[in-house]
Structures are given as structure tokens and as C-alpha cells.
């Protein structure tokens, strides 16, 4: 008699996507006293929108939102009425079965600071596998679809990173001549492999090493390419006061 034979062990999940919002800078060129991510814009926060998108992520299942320390009460409390905030406590390395965690992490003292923060605080994550992909998006970015985290995190798994460029016009040099043709604005979110970003970073905590943004850290230290995903000047970064009204009228006329 023989027995039956044995039911194949299930598949393991797939590794995740981690999409980490920047919030902790202040703002101060909008003109409107408090950090201009807690401004509303069309009914809600700022931060809301980018967040918003950022949990439409195709395999998102952790976002972790960097707030200022002095500032992750207000965040936390900002952000309420829209997304509940992780599991206990808002940890990111907590379990859920609801859908993707958020929770709230307070940054550093510069934007790699705070990029660093973000990613000590979901390293056992990637040290286990869970997390393949992590994306950082500027919080002030209020108008990023889903579809451009889908592109970023997509060119990230095949090449090592990726982030959304987009073409410029009537730029001008320090001395006030024309730029030269060809130039383009890079934009966040911007996605890559989780371990080698990871350790990326740590070595540049051990050089004393900041980047200007994410991919300048990643190149520095990961060996591996970082390409351009096309994107278009509606992903603009809210600066100005000007910025508002055209983030908002662009967000109304979805």
C-alpha cells in the first residue's frame, strides 16, 4: 500500500513594497507659518494626497511616514481622519491582516537624515525578505499618481533603482543664458532595491556621507543603475504660494 503523495509546500508571499513619505521639512518659502505639508489642500492635508497615493501602490504593504519630531503629534493627528496610523502603536514592523501599515517615524535633521531614519525603522523587514522594493516620495508631491509608484517600483526590481524625470523648458544658467537643451527635472517617488539601499546607507552613515536625494546616496554606494521613468510637470513639488493654487486647481479638475 502506498501512501499519497505530499501536498507541495505553499509558495512564500511575495516580498512587499515599502513606500516611505517624506514630511519633515519646514516649509518656510510657501509663505504659511506651519509645515506646508499640514496645509489643506482641496478638503484635506497635503501629506493626505501624497499618502493617499502612496497606499494605491500596487504590493504596498508598509508606509512610513517621516514627521518632525516636534511635529509627529500634529502629523499623526493631521493624517486621523483619513488613514489609521500601523498597527499598536503605529509600528512599522508590526503585522496586520487589514491591508498596508502606517505608521509615523520621527526624522532627522536633513533630508538624508530623515531617509535615513525611515529605513532603519523597516530593516528587519528587508533583512527577512519581506520588503524587496522601497520607494521614498517627497511629501510635498502632492499630485503623484499611483500609476508613477507602479513604474518606479517595476524599473527598481529590473534595474536597482528608479526614478520619475520630466522634461524642462525656459530654464536659465547662473550668467542668464539659455540651459542647454535636453535637460531634465527629477522628481520623486523615487524606488529601489531594499538590502542594497539599505546598506547604501549605512555605509554612507559610517562615511559621514549625505546625498542631495536618494538615488545620489544609492549610486554612490550600491554599484548598481538608477533610470529615468518618464513623468510630466504635474508632478510638481509645492514650494511656492503659486504652487497651492495650481496643485489645487490640478487636484479639482481630476
Request: hydrophobic share 45%.
Amino acid at each position: 500500500m502506498t501512501s499519497a503523495p505530499a501536498s507541495p509546500a505553499p509558495a512564500p508571499p511575495r516580498p512587499g513594497v515599502t513606500v516611505v513619505v517624506l514630511g519633515a521639512g519646514a516649509g518656510n518659502r510657501v509663505g504659511a507659518g506651519v509645515n506646508k505639508v499640514l496645509i489643506e489642500l482641496a478638503g484635506r492635508p497635503l501629506l493626505a494626497w501624497s499618502l493617499t497615493h502612496a497606499l494605491a501602490t500596487t504590493g504596498v504593504d508598509r508606509v512610513v511616514v517621516v514627521a518632525a519630531p516636534s511635529e509627529h503629534a500634529e502629523v499623526a493627528d493631521a493624517l486621523s481622519a483619513y488613514l489609521p496610523l500601523g498597527g499598536p502603536d503605529g509600528d512599522p514592523d508590526g503585522d496586520s491582516d487589514g491591508g498596508p501599515e502606517v505608521a509615523l517615524v520621527p526624522g532627522g535633521t536633513s533630508r538624508h537624515g530623515s531617509e535615513w531614519a525611515a529605513l532603519q525603522a523597516v530593516a528587519a523587514h528587508v533583512e527577512a525578505g519581506r520588503t524587496d522594493v522601497v520607494a521614498i516620495h517627497d511629501g510635498a508631491r502632492p499630485l503623484a499618481p499611483p500609476a508613477l509608484f507602479d513604474a518606479v517600483v517595476a524599473a527598481a526590481r529590473r534595474h536597482g533603482g528608479a526614478l520619475p524625470a520630466a522634461a524642462t523648458h525656459g530654464l536659465l544658467t547662473a550668467d542668464l543664458t539659455p540651459a542647454p537643451k535636453g535637460l531634465v527635472g527629477v522628481q520623486t517617488p523615487q524606488a529601489f532595491r531594499a538590502r542594497p539601499l539599505l546598506e547604501a546607507y549605512r555605509a554612507a552613515e559610517r562615511d559621514g556621507f549625505e546625498g542631495t536625494d536618494t538615488a545620489a546616496t544609492f549610486e554612490r554606494y550600491a554599484g548598481l543603475p538608477v533610470v529615468a521613468v518618464p513623468s510630466t510637470a504635474a508632478n510638481l513639488k509645492v514650494t511656492w504660494p503659486e504652487d497651492l493654487a495650481l496643485a489645487e486647481e490640478l487636484l479639482t479638475a481630476r
